[in-house]
């Protein structure tokens, strides 16, 4: 049944595609270890080869701009979730190095161009008086798919014993015909601005661009790292684990959509400063931390900081032109996952000497992006992009 007109809105688009996207990505990343462990006999060799290739597409988001100049935003996003399905519908026929490579490599183009289309349509839609509260909610619409996710794998693999093959098939189906029926069921909305088709990088932005490349810095820390910590130091389960990942997903859903509604009230530099002033915390107290539940707290809070990183996509919606933000949202994706790519492999070697110093290094990240926060304006817009413009206005108005 075609969906009632007044709930066509650019803000329920993009909430539908926020629950698609971790409803069938959390199922792949869910099953991934033990699948390919049990039923591909993979070592840490090919599981190390198979995150690196998963992270590429990501190092070459800036190659959306490219693919915009034959497709509209809207639609590549359609076609991005639709591959995403797709890739994850067909992982469990291919139990195979090689088969698993690609249907990773399928999988990881639809999320990264998914990721990027949709990063550059909520700012482009959404009020920037509304933005921060927005993306607050789809945080917490995100959590609601991913918890559903996970629970129903528990259910179906536990209690009815289903199949990876029948798992990762039914998940990647549902999601593709979830996709088909927004396709119909949404008119193509306007652009508020002709985007460019050409890749940017302008001086005005390179704060955003440091900030957005140490946030990659310091999640890659967190995802690959603070997890491991929890099993080699502190000998947690995978259901302990588990419990953990539902933790964090419970109090995003719970609170995210208020710290988005809390940012737009306050200034971007002030959030960001109490999110990195908060990091470096955390981070030294991950290096110091020798008990296993007080471990368990700093995963749960460090992951609550993530929300607060809205406040970078925010600051740049405000100092972006209207028609850089499609091809910037490719470039910050590049960016981003430079520290993909990069960080993992040199912090490994690290850890294997001292498992403290990867944490320290996180701690000097977080204080880099903490001083990058006071070049940031107190009210940020196109002409304002750094603090020393926005005391040169004020003398120039006295």
């Known amino acids: 049944m075609p969906i009632a007109a007044k709930l066509k809105t650019p803000e329920n688009l993009l909430l539908a595609m926020a629950f698609i996207m971790p409803l069938v990505f959390s199922v792949w990343m869910a099953l991934l270890n033990n699948f390919v462990v049990e039923k591909a006999n993979f070592t840490g060799i090919e599981i190390g080869i198979l995150q690196s290739l998963r992270e590429v597409p990501g190092f070459l988001a800036f190659t959306v701009i490219y693919v915009l100049l034959f497709i509209r935003e809207q639609k590549l996003a359609y076609i991005s979730l639709g591959l995403t399905s797709i ?117 005005q932005y390179w704060l955003f661009y440091a900030l957005t490349f140490f946030s990659g810095a310091r999640r890659q820390i967190f995802v690959v790292f603070a997890g491991f910590l929890m099993v080699e130091k502190f000998h947690y389960s995978v259901a302990d684990v588990s419990a953990l990942f539902l933790i964090n997903y419970v109090f995003n859903w719970l609170f995210a959509a208020q710290i988005g509604k ?93 498992s403290s110093w990867v944490f320290y290094v996180g701690a000097g990240f977080a204080f880099c992006s903490l001083l990058l926060t006071f070049v940031m304006p107190f009210a940020p817009a196109i002409g304002n992009e750094f603090s020393y413009k926005e005391k040169l206005q004020v003398k120039e108005s006295t």
């Open 87 to 203: 890739g994850v519908a067909a992982t469990g026929f291919f139990p195979s190095v090689v088969g698993l490579y690609l249907t990773t490599v399928i999988m990881s183009i639809g999320f990264h161009y998914f990721e990027t289309v949709n990063q550059s349509l909520a700012l482009q839609w959404i009020d920037k008086d509304k933005t921060a509260h927005f993306l607050g909610r789809a945080l917490s619409v995100k959590s609601i798919a991913s918890l559903l996710a996970f629970s129903s794998i528990w259910v179906l693999m536990e209690y009815f014993t289903w199949s990876y093959q029948a798992t990762y098939l039914m998940f990647g189906g549902i999601a593709f015909v979830f996709t088909l029926f927004l396709l119909i069921s949404f008119p193509q909305f306007p652009q508020p601005a002709e985007q460019s088709k050409k890749l940017i990088l302008r001086k």
């Open 262 to 354: 809390f940012i737009g009230k306050v200034s971007e530099r002030s959030v960001l400063r109490f999110e990195y002033i908060g990091l470096v915390i955390l981070f030294i107290l991950y290096g110091l931390v020798e008990n296993a539940n007080l471990a368990a707290a700093l995963y749960v809070i460090d992951h609550l900081f993530f929300a607060l990183a809205i406040a970078i996509k925010t600051y740049f919606q405000k100092i972006a032109l209207p028609e850089d933000i499609a091809a910037s949202a490719g470039v910050s994706f590049s960016i981003n996952h430079i520290a993909a790519v990069v960080i993992p492999a040199l912090l490994g070697m690290v850890w294997i000497i001292n």
